[in-house]
């Protein structure tokens, strides 16, 4: 087993992270302008750019803070911070956060599925932005992490 160490603050990640899911979707929504429209028909590009920050950004950091921070800091106390553990928990996380928020709205009207899969793809975004950002790195020293696996249990 191997274990990962982040090499920069982990309030980095926590800090930066909430902004993939709004340059995701914002590159969703002009990739799709673009395939149903062409660049010269997207009317509004002010608004293709702004909602996704609009509502992206207060959403990202409300499912940080209540999600992803516990979160975070239970697979750090536990060792067990890698990056499958931080994008697993991200996507759903992100599934969660998006459904909830489109529960609360009620809009727009799509189905639970495509919610939860569009919020898990958002949140997946930002779990892998979490990893890029705090620079989790693997590590070699399996003898020392055994030990301390035995320390904590004990």
């Known amino acids: 087993m191997s274990t990962y160490t982040n090499t920069r603050p982990l309030w980095y990640g926590v800090l930066l992270a909430p902004f993939a899911p709004p340059l995701l979707q914002m590159f969703l929504q002009i990739t799709q302008a673009y ?3 062409g660049f010269s028909q997207i009317y509004y590009p002010q608004m293709e750019l702004a909602l996704p ?3 992206g950004i207060p959403i990202g950091y409300a499912a940080m ?3 992803g921070v516990p979160f975070i800091l239970a ?3 536990f060792k067990a911070l890698s990056w499958i553990a931080v994008t697993g928990g991200a996507t759903v996380a992100g599934a969660v956060a998006l459904v909830l928020f489109f ?4 809009w727009p ?3 639970f599925v495509m919610s939860a899969a569009h919020g898990a793809m958002l949140g997946c975004s930002s779990g892998l932005m979490f990893c890029v950002v705090v620079g989790l790195k693997k590590t070699e020293n399996e003898e ?3 030990s301390e696996r035995l320390s904590d249990v004990a």
């Open 35 to 37: 395939m149903a429209r």
């Open 53 to 55: 920050f609009a509502f």
């Open 65 to 67: 803070v209540t999600f």
């Open 75 to 77: 697979l750090r106390r």
């Open 103 to 106: 529960g609360l709205i009620g």
């Open 109 to 111: 009207k799509q189905s």
């Open 144 to 146: 020392e992490f055994a």
